[in-house]
């Protein structure tokens, strides 16, 4: 069954999540980031400000964050990223 990235760069996942819409509203020991969505609510999203991301605490993100493995593959593939997430669900 293939994982989520080991150890991604976090500026990479930054990158990915805002090509799903999110932005970043702080940055501190932890980064905080949020979106709009089309029926006015807000989805928020916080992330250890770490130099890497462990794929267990990405995961934890995503599935917070109600993102589909799929969509934050595809942000992955647009992006191209260095890392690629396939087949397993959240």
Known sequence: MPKFPVDAPRRKVIGALER??????????????????????RTPLTMPNHPRI???????????AGIPLDDFHAANEEGRLPFKITGSEL
């Not at 799903?20 to 609510?41: C, P, T």
């Not at 462990?54 to 917070?64: D, M, V």
């Open 20 to 41: 799903l819409g999110f932005r970043v509203v702080r940055e501190k020991e932890h980064i905080s980031m949020i979106r709009e969505n089309a029926d006015g609510s």
């Open 54 to 64: 462990k794929a267990s605490t990405l995961r934890t993100i995503c599935s917070q």
